[in-house]
């Protein structure tokens, strides 16, 4: 971790930092065979490639299960976890279905534009050696509230073979139509080319680990996916006023430090109490933080705390990161916020934890990283949907454009146009002069 002022951030992590797309590029060259693999041997590589990766023998009848056919999970799930699985999923569906609301026909009497869900949706879920019921609450939300068809969950089996609990509950309540116990950059492979047990998808979306973003850039001439969602990142702007807010502040970056260790944490100040004080509560914290390998290691390599000398370089330092996350501490965020631009998701204030975001808040919690946050959204409706476009012309307005279209025709030589118009234009009354 490097702390102390920008000018002296060491070469190695300021190419990590602006290049954290390299992660992926290595990963791209090691998903290559495992792609060709499930292209050529389908449901046998599938099985071959768990058993390999993930250390589980599974049998051909795992590989596409009917949530609905399982037994249910709700007895060997704690009631107070079921709660806090059904407030999150009730505030993430709540904001998607608002989402949903203004994409419906918007026209002016004559042309419009209508949305509609794609047929069929592939949702990466990780898990395996733990539970994310958050991840499953936000990949399968956009689909569900715009009523894609053909709804396919795909997560690592547990080591005992089976779906998690707590995530195959959430497959039911969402309404999943086939789950599947494959992970990983073969998951992503079997759902864009399709298995005997996994069905083809038209779009797939949802988080992961390096190789699984790795395999949805490789498979994008197959089919679509959401921005690349890859290690975890967080970039916070804070000026002499977050000085209280140090403990705040260092909590956050760990938290996000905890996802991946090849995950990347900012602290971006011109106050050098706040530098100090961050950087002796994230040291004390990351000492006192159980099971804190995973933070350590991603504090380790992508951690850098930073001294600027004002806010307005501080704000072109996030710009050109364009982080996942960015936390904005300072003293006037009204005047601030409308300059950012390039970031997943903007954190407003000391109370509004990232963490939130992660489970409650109600935004999607998949958002682009490795600077794709600049070109990219996070996920939402529109990542499983499509707009066309409607034109419906009354006599009225075709007497008034008929004769601009025709004339424009005439200028391109397209007689066709032109007439296929006119012969129209005969049957209406001409415009009132």
Same mark, same amino acid.
């Given at each position: 971790m490097?702390?102390?002022p920008?000018?002296g951030l %060491?070469?190695? *992590?300021?190419?990590l930092?602006?290049? +954290?797309?390299a992660?992926? +590029?290595?990963? =791209?060259? @090691?998903?290559?065979?495992?792609i =060709?693999a499930?292209?050529r041997?389908g ?5 071959r490639l768990?058993?390999?990766?993930d ?8 590989l ?9 999970p ?8 079921l ?11 709540a904001?998607h ?5 203004v +994409?419906?026909l918007?026209? !002016?009497?004559?042309t419009?534009?209508?949305?509609v869900?794609?047929?069929?949706v ?10 994310? #019921?958050?991840?499953a ?9 715009? &009523?894609v068809r053909e709804?396919h969950l795909?997560?690592? #089996?547990?080591?005992? &073979?089976?779906?998690?609990p707590?995530? *195959?509950w959430v ?5 999943v139509t ?19 047990s ?9 988080? &992961?680990?390096a190789?699984?973003? @790795?395999a949805k850039r490789?498979l ?5 996916s959401d921005?690349?969602?890859?290690p975890?990142e *967080?970039?916070?702007?804070? !000026? ?5 807010h140090?403990a705040?502040?260092a ?5 996000? @430090?905890?996802?991946d ?5 900012v602290l ?7 530098l !100090?004080?961050?950087?002796?509560q ?5 000492a006192?933080?159980?099971q804190g390998?995973?933070?350590?290691? @991603?504090?380790?390599?992508?951690g850098?705390?930073?001294l600027?000398?004002d806010?307005p ?5 996030a710009?050109?990161?364009?982080? =996942?996350?960015?936390?904005?501490l ?18 407003v204030g000391? =109370?509004s934890?990232?963490?939130?975001g992660?489970?409650?808040?109600? %935004?999607n919690?998949v958002?682009?990283?490795?600077g ?16 066309f476009?409607?034109v419906?012309? !009354?006599a ?5 454009l008929g004769?601009v279209?025709?004339t *424009?025709a005439?200028l391109? &030589?397209?007689?066709?146009h032109?007439?296929s118009l006119e012969?129209?234009?005969q049957?209406?009354p001409?415009? +009132?002069?």
């Open positions: 490097y702390v102390g920008v000018e %060491p070469a190695g *992590l300021r190419a930092l602006f290049d +954290r797309e992660v992926i +590029r290595a990963a =791209e060259r @090691a998903v290559v065979p495992i =060709e499930v292209r041997e449901d046998l590589a599938l099985l768990t058993k390999e990766f250390g589980v023998e599974l049998q051909a009848t795992d596409a299960l009917d949530p609905r056919g399982l037994a249910d709700t007895p060997e799930l704690p009631k107070m976890v709660a806090a699985t059904e407030t999150a999923m009730t505030r993430v569906i904001y279905r608002r989402q949903w609301s +994409r419906q918007e026209a !002016d009497g004559a419009g534009r209508w949305t869900p794609v047929d069929s592939g949702h990466y879920v990780p898990g395996g050696r733990a539970a994310y #019921p958050s991840s609450i936000m990949t399968l939300a956009p689909s569900l509230v715009a &009523g709804r795909c997560t690592p #089996p547990t080591a005992s &073979g089976r779906v998690h707590l995530t *195959l497959a039911r309540r969402m309404g086939s789950l599947h116990l494959v992970g990983g950059a073969q998951a992503i492979a079997a759902m864009a080319l399709g298995t005997p996994v069905a083809r998808v038209d779009r797939i979306v949802g988080p &992961g680990n190789y699984v973003v @790795a490789a994008r001439h197959e089919v679509e921005s690349y969602s890859g975890s *967080l970039l916070v702007i804070a !000026d002499h006023s977050a000085t209280p140090a705040a502040i909590a956050d970056l760990i938290a996000q @430090a905890e996802h260790p090849a995950a990347s944490v971006l100040t011109d106050s050098e109490a706040v !100090d004080s961050v950087t002796a994230v040291r004390e914290q990351l006192d933080l159980p390998k995973t933070a350590s290691a @991603a504090m380790a390599s992508g850098a705390l930073l600027l000398p806010l370089s501080m704000v072109a330092w710009e050109r990161f364009a982080p =996942e996350h960015l936390s904005l300072v003293a006037a965020p009204e005047h601030v916020l409308p300059q950012l631009r390039h970031a997943g998701a903007i954190f000391p =109370e934890a990232v963490a939130l992660d489970y409650v808040a109600g %935004p919690h958002l682009p990283t490795g794709a946050a600049a070109r990219h959204s996070g996920l939402s409706v529109d990542s499983v949907s499509r707009s476009c409607v419906r012309i !009354d009225a307005t075709l007497s008034q004769p279209a025709v *424009l005439r391109e &030589g397209l007689e066709g032109a007439r012969v129209r234009l049957s209406v001409e415009p +009132r002069r």
